[in-house]
């Protein structure tokens, strides 16, 4: 452990710790592991939904707080899919008052946590874009006017 932490100090300027898989995408492999534990194929499609949403939602350009919310809503919207695939497969079938309660309790904070996770990137975008409006126009204040006085000598 010691070595590790040595060499990532000794190459910082490298970035080495970016490489490493995220736990957002850890626990996405995890998730579809454990669902389509015999269906390799059902898990390369959704990685691959997964990357596409990410994707969508402007992921390899986004600041990196952005980019930790985006893969939080992408995390957020296959656990509830999931969560939904589970409740349909278990109330389609006979099922007692309480394993219904259950599940719909499931569905419904699955769904609880995905529209939170969209709010929140939302809102971190709004108030992104406020600040970046407010930066140019404090710079474009400060700014010396040069079109006014070129107006002004033309005028003269």
Known sequence: MTELKQMLSDHDDLKLWQGVVSIARLSEATLLGLTFIKQKGLIAV???RQAEMRRELGYDAAPHAERFLISHVALCWLRLMITEYQHTSHLTSE????????WDKRLTEAQKRYTRAVETLAKVRTLSAATRLLETRTAAASSPRV???ARLLEAG
């Open 46 to 48: 959704w990685e691959k």
């Open 95 to 102: 099922h007692s008052f309480k394993s219904g309660m259950y």
């Open 147 to 149: 079109v006014n006085r």
